[in-house]
């Protein structure tokens, strides 16, 4: 595949974990022998390839950080970045300063690392337990201050709301602990039981909040968040202001992102592809699959609704050179009744309620 001149996002996927959280349906694999050393080869080896000018890289996974500082920075070595460069990574509070571990916040600050997202999902250690979370809240706390003393003040902390033995209580104590902690952006994501993973075999055992708890613990997250200052831009995603993931709005926005890796999926020059879900297969120099046409006007609307500024009718104009449908129009007005929808002269958006049933509320606007 040949990139344009024009800069777009990367998305490095490193399908690597030192073991499988009991929720996870993401596709990661434990080290061995040289698979990491063989895997980043492997994505320098299409990075080089792909050429391409990048305003923004985010590292994903598994367990980015495991691939340790050096590596992380050989695959920096093969990026041609803007010079405003958002750069994620994901880590593990686990991995990152332990004395077995070859990971350092300063090394990879070094090499352009400016953007940090830790794997909370609670700061109840008990709830953390449930959730097969090695580290511990104070673990957490500690790599946390590891990043800001090397010079990453962006840090991005991951709640998880509806898990097993979570109450507002507990909930509201995990938002006093980002508030705490200078986190800059919250990700806060309701559990979902996806099929295949231990949690799923145990579903029926799991000590839940029942639906309507859940849905009552996402609007006590929409709350506490905006009392510590973090304002909502999406459905799952809170910031301080100008801290929103530049990365993932581009996902949202429908613009185009290259994505390398096992299971990496891609939108570019038009087109939806993606690497098979193996490693094996991405080592050996498999190509992506699947050429499917993305960005279309019902793609466009669904994405740009799950954020709070909603579908903004001249952003819709530019793009395909009309109007939003007039029966999406008058279906949303429709919802705004019930307090589902916002209705402006010039955008449609969601409110809380709606981004609660955001599914069955897109749907029936694009029916």
């Known amino acids: ?9 990367l998305y490095l996927h490193i399908p690597f974990c030192k073991g499988k959280c009991p929720y996870c349906d993401f596709y990661s694999v434990i080290p061995h022998g040289d698979l990491l050393d063989d ?14 000018i990048y305003n923004s890289v985010y590292f994903g996974g598994g367990t ?31 991995d990152t300063g332990a004395e077995n571990s070859d990971f350092d916040f300063g090394a990879v600050a070094e090499c352009g690392v400016n953007r940090i997202s830790m794997g909370l999902q609670s ?18 706390e500690r790599a946390i201050s590891r990043a800001k003393k090397a010079g990453i003040e962006n840090i991005s902390l991951d709640l998880m709301l509806g898990i097993p033995g979570q109450t507002a209580e507990s909930l509201k104590s995990s938002v006093d602990f980002c508030r705490r902690s200078g986190a800059k952006h919250i990700s806060a994501y309701i559990l979902k039981i996806e099929e295949g993973t231990p949690f799923f075999r145990r579903r029926n055992s799991l000590l839940l909040p029942d639906e309507d708890e859940t849905c009552e613990l996402y609007l006590n997250a929409v709350s506490e968040l905006e009392k510590a200052g973090f304002k909502q831009y999406e459905i799952s995603n809170f910031s301080q202001p100008g801290f929103e993931s530049r990365h993932n709005l581009k996902y949202w926005h429908c613009e185009e992102y290259l994505g390398i890796g096992a299971a990496a999926h891609s939108f570019a020059g038009g087109k939806r592809f993606f690497f098979e879900r193996s490693i094996d297969g991405f080592i050996a120099g498999n190509p992506p699959v699947g050429d499917g046409a993305g960005g279309d006007p019902d793609e466009y ?41 916002k209705c402006a002269d010039k955008s449609i958006s969601l409110t809380v309620q709606g981004f609660l049933v955001s599914n069955s509320v897109i749907s029936y606007l694009l029916e």
């Open 64 to 94: 980015p950080s495991l691939l340790g500082s050096a590596r992380i920075s050989e695959i920096m070595f093969h990026i041609t970045r803007t010079p405003d460069c958002e750069v994620t990574l994901e880590c593990n509070p686990s």
């Open 1 to 9: 595949m040949t990139m344009t001149d024009k800069a777009i996002g």
């Open 39 to 52: 895997y980043t080869a492997a994505l320098c080896g299409r990075l080089d390839e792909y050429g391409g």
């Open 301 to 341: 609307v669904m994405l740009a609704l799950r954020l709070t500024e909603g579908l903004i009718f001249e952003n819709y104009q530019n793009r395909f050179g009309s109007s939003v449908p007039e029966k999406l129009v008058l279906r949303a007005k429709e919802l705004e009744k019930h307090g589902l929808t």
């Open 123 to 140: 700061a109840d250690n008990g709830e953390r337990k449930s959730l097969g979370r090695r580290a511990g809240c104070a673990e957490a």
